[in-house]
């Protein structure tokens, strides 16, 4: 009987057995699934990817991690006639990698950037301003031990990069930057410009010179661009969607009953508060950072006020801004003969929509010559050429001639800008005196322009140069700057339906004498320092704007100009002055950028400016071309022996490009990589120093221990390997065990 009974207890046994071996292999497959899925989680295919990613390459050849997502937030405060604007950028980052985000990104060219903050969880981090040097340092340090930080750089006064270094698997980092600016007042319209995406620049090739260093002669090679790496960020091509995308909102506090409010290239939803207070939002409620943002508002009456002023007084100092807008006279004088040069950009960022405005816009100033005038056109692209050989009198044949001409244009090829600029200043006019006028339709997508500034500068002569920027993002630091250099006038055309009306507002620009000599006189015994200087020339609907540090409060200030044969004054009380933050950082910003114009004069001592440049730069907390805004936080994140990738985030084709156009054999690799595929790679930080001697690396060695997916590998072996021994003894060979066998071992 007991045998019976063990045998019972053996079978029940067996059959625990069985279930734990069933459990065994039920576990140990669960977890090499479990732990094979997010090994699978941290890598993707290109084809896996449903959205505009840029990739980071891994050590499994054809898998990749996905790098920090970027998404903006844009609020903008209009106050009177200074707008303080503050974006919020989240890096996402949706892999198991430790990351650093770079961002390179548009502000607006006279932008006064004086905050960065960081936010990591519930805490800001308060940027701190730093010599450039010393703040990369900072910033460099930062990241190698494993903090937190973040690094604003401006690369060109409309180009900043944003560095974000250590941002944890599955985090997100917030970054706030902050600038105001001046709100543009011109034909009776204020206008404000928040640019959303960096145009793509050509950056002409290093050439060698022959050079000299002390007393032996040598080769050396001239740069035009010697931050080309900084300023070529990733661009995604259109059929990988679009990416970072841009909410944003406008609160206007104009000081005056508002009129119409409109949005000239995004669809807005306006909220009035009463006549003088109104609030806005963009329709969508993301956008994607593909083209600027442009709005304008008009007062009331359909006339803004001629003349403006307000004050700040920090630390005992006043300091003042000035806005006064001529008025216009009719004017009987017969306008001397002109000789025009139009310059026109066929290169391969002007293809699409900008080619088709330039082409539209060329012929309307075509038709718009006079009888008496001269005018030639340049085209460039790789190559340049003339359609005259030097500038023909204005007749039916000519302008025939011109108008086939402007008709063929087709856009293709690089940026040779260069060589087109000086064609067009030469003078040809020494057996006629005309009055020389060159006007440049162009996207500005150019990296050297420093080098385009000094040439202006050197060969100029009395030409006055007109700049029109094309397409829906222009590099308007170099339209607007080129235009001041030449004692001329800036304007944009970003839709071909604008064409007709903005060229129509250029040329009468072009048709009327400048409003000339301007000068400001302050009251008797005042000192003033006054930005630009010296004032530039005003053309018709043109607003005189002028930040000025003084020593005195009261008084009267005096301006005056003429406009061609009629003087012209007004007298403004400064105790009328309006209080307003922020003027004093508008007056050190004008200051920076009138030092940054002076550079290009040869004659100018350049470590001496660029001495007073890091000095105001300080002094008022602003970025500049010296000086860097950097945030650390003061514990550090990243574990010791994580590895951490450099993602360069990609930016969107600007609206209209044809990407194939711009994107050819001859551009920046990472580019090129664009073309090649919607998904992009890079390169990955520290990479090669993290590799055992002697052995490269060509991706990133994904980190050990953010996830079980080791624990649980080797959990799931051992029971295997358990499960495979109860096998083994369970169904061993062996006799049959049957009852008549108990009952014999019983006895």
Not at 80 to 86: K, Q
Not at 452 to 468: C, Y
Request: glycine share 6%; with cysteine; charged share 20%.
């Amino acid at each position: 009987m007991s045998a019976i009974l063990l045998s019972t207890y053996s079978h029940r046994v067996i059959r625990c057995l069985d279930r734990l071996l069933i459990a065994a292999i039920l576990v140990a497959i669960f977890s090499i699934s479990s732990a094979h899925a997010e090994g699978e989680s941290r890598l993707v295919t290109p084809d896996e990817a449903t959205t505009g990613a840029l990739l980071l390459e891994s050590l499994e050849p054809g898998r990749y991690v996905e790098a920090p997502r970027l998404a903006t937030d844009v609020v903008i405060s209009v106050s009177g006639p200074i707008a303080r604007t503050r974006v919020t950028q989240r890096f996402e980052n949706t892999s198991d990698l430790w990351v650093e985000g770079v961002y390179v990104f548009p502000l607006p060219d006279e932008a006064a950037v004086d905050t960065l903050k960081m936010q990591i969880g519930d805490h800001f981090i308060e940027g701190k301003i730093e010599e450039k040097k010393k703040a990369r340092e900072i910033y460099e340090a930062a990241k190698r031990a494993g903090k937190k930080a973040s690094l604003l750089v401006q690369e060109r006064p409309n180009i900043f990069t944003n560095a974000v270094a250590n941002i944890g698997p599955g985090e997100t980092i917030i970054v706030q930057i902050e600038y105001q600016e001046t709100v543009k007042l011109e034909d009776n319209k204020f206008s404000l410009r928040f640019p959303m995406v960096v145009t793509p620049r050509f950056n002409p090739q290093a050439i060698a010179h022959t050079v000299s260093f002390d007393a032996n002669a040598g080769w050396g090679t001239v740069d035009p661009v010697p931050d080309r790496d900084r300023i070529e960020p990733p661009v995604l091509h259109p059929d990988a969607g679009v990416v970072n995308p841009v909410t944003l909102s406008v609160d206007i506090d104009a000081g005056f009953p508002l009129g119409d409010i409109t949005s000239s290239y995004h669809k807005i939803s306006v909220d009035r508060q009463g006549t003088r207070h109104a609030t806005l939002v963009l329709r969508e409620e993301t956008t994607p950072a593909n083209r600027d943002f442009e709005l304008v508002w008009l007062p009331q009456n359909g006339a803004a006020a001629s003349a403006a002023l307000f004050k700040e007084t920090i630390e005992g100092i006043p300091y003042f801004l000035l806005m006064v807008t001529p008025p216009s006279y009719e004017t009987t004088t017969k306008p001397a003969p002109r000789e025009i040069t139009f310059v026109v950009d066929t290169s391969g960022s002007m293809s699409g929509t900008s080619i088709r405005q330039a082409r539209k816009s060329l012929a309307m100033a075509v038709m718009r010559l006079q009888p008496g005038d001269a005018f030639n056109i340049i085209r460039f692209s790789d190559q340049t050429d003339q359609l005259f050989p030097r500038a023909r009198p204005v007749n039916a044949e000519t302008i025939g001639t011109a108008l086939n001409y402007v008709d063929a244009l087709t856009a293709n090829g690089g940026t040779m800008m260069l060589p087109a600029l000086k064609a067009a200043l030469v003078d040809h006019s020494a057996s006629q005196k005309y009055l020389r006028q060159v006007v440049f339709l162009t996207d500005g997508a150019i990296g050297n322009e420093q080098q385009l500034f000094e040439t202006i500068t050197a060969e100029r002569g009395d030409a006055r140069i007109f700049t029109i920027g094309i397409g829906s993002a222009p590099n308007s630091y170099f339209m607007s700057r080129a235009a001041e250099l030449g004692q001329g006038a800036f304007t944009h055309i970003g839709d071909v339906a604008e064409v007709a009306e903005r060229m129509s507002a250029l040329f009468e620009k072009l048709e009327s004498p400048a409003i000339i000599n301007v000068k400001l006189r302050w009251p008797d015994g005042a000192q003033a320092e006054t930005w630009p200087s010296p004032i530039p020339d005003l053309y018709k609907g043109e607003t005189l704007v002028v930040a000025a540090r003084a020593d005195t409060i009261k008084g009267t200030l005096h301006v005056s100009g003429a406009d061609g044969e009629t003087p012209w004054k007004v007298a403004l009380p400064l105790e009328g002055a309006a209080n307003r933050k922020g003027v004093s950082k508008l007056w050190a910003r004008k200051k920076i950028a009138a030092l940054e114009l002076a550079r290009t004069r040869p004659t100018v001592d350049r470590m001496a400016l660029d001495n007073d440049i890091l000095n105001i730069a300080l002094a008022h907390n602003l970025i500049s071309r010296l000086t860097s805004l950097v945030a650390v936080d003061v514990t550090p994140s990243r574990p010791d022996g994580e590895n951490i990738a450099h993602a360069d985030i990609p930016l969107n084709p600007p609206h209209g490009w044809e990407f194939e156009k711009v994107f050819g054999e001859d551009v920046a690799p990472r580019q090129r990589e664009a073309l090649a595929s919607p998904l992009l790679r890079t390169r990955v930080a520290e990479a090669e120093a993290m590799a055992p001697a002697g052995q490269g690396r060509t991706g990133v060695a994904l980190p050990q221990g953010a996830t079980l997916a080791d624990t649980k590998l080797m959990r799931g072996a051992g029971l295997l390997t358990l499960a495979l021994l109860l096998l083994i003894l369970m169904f061993r060979p062996q006799a049959a065990y049957s009852l008549a066998d108990a009952k014999r071992d019983a006895r």
